[in-house]
Nanobody, 122 residues
Framework: VQLQASGGGLVQAGGSLRLSCVVS????????VGWFRQAPGKEREFVAA????????YYGDSTKGRFIISRDNAKNTVYLQMNRLKVEDTAVYYC????????????????WGQGTLVTVSS
């Protein structure tokens, strides 16, 4: 399984970005695709997740209400729409896949993409 994350960049606080994660290889319909982020000197943080077969998303506390995760099964792609960005959202964003019932723990994700850098300026 391979994941390719893209869409990062430099944006001013209050702006928006959309990240994409294309998943290829053997996957299962009940897999979850999650987004995590890691800022310098900090631990990896859960951002959001969604399953291929469900419309129910999961969100981390720090992004709930501002970020929206969605998927396009036909394109094997998961999106992360990031709105009202804050300076503290600056991080490398990773997408990953998991077969676990628990989607908030990075330890339960097996395959990871290379990450895309999001920088939010004040």
């Amino acid at each position: 399984v391979q994941l390719q994350a893209s869409g990062g960049g430099l944006v001013q606080a209050g702006g928006s970005l959309r990240l994409s994660c294309v998943v290829s290889g053997r996957t299962f319909s009940d897999d979850a695709v999650g987004w995590f982020r890691q800022a310098p000197g900090k631990e990896r943080e859960f951002v959001a997740a969604i399953r291929w077969i469900s419309d129910s998303p999961y969100y981390g506390d720090s992004t709930k209400g501002r970020f929206i995760i969605s998927r396009d099964n036909a394109k094997n792609t998961v999106y992360l729409q990031m709105n009202r960005l804050k300076v503290e959202d600056t991080a490398v964003y990773y997408c990953a896949t998991s077969q676990s019932d628990i989607v908030t723990s990075s330890a339960l994700y097996r395959y990871w993409g290379q990450g895309t850098l999001v920088t939010v300026s004040s």
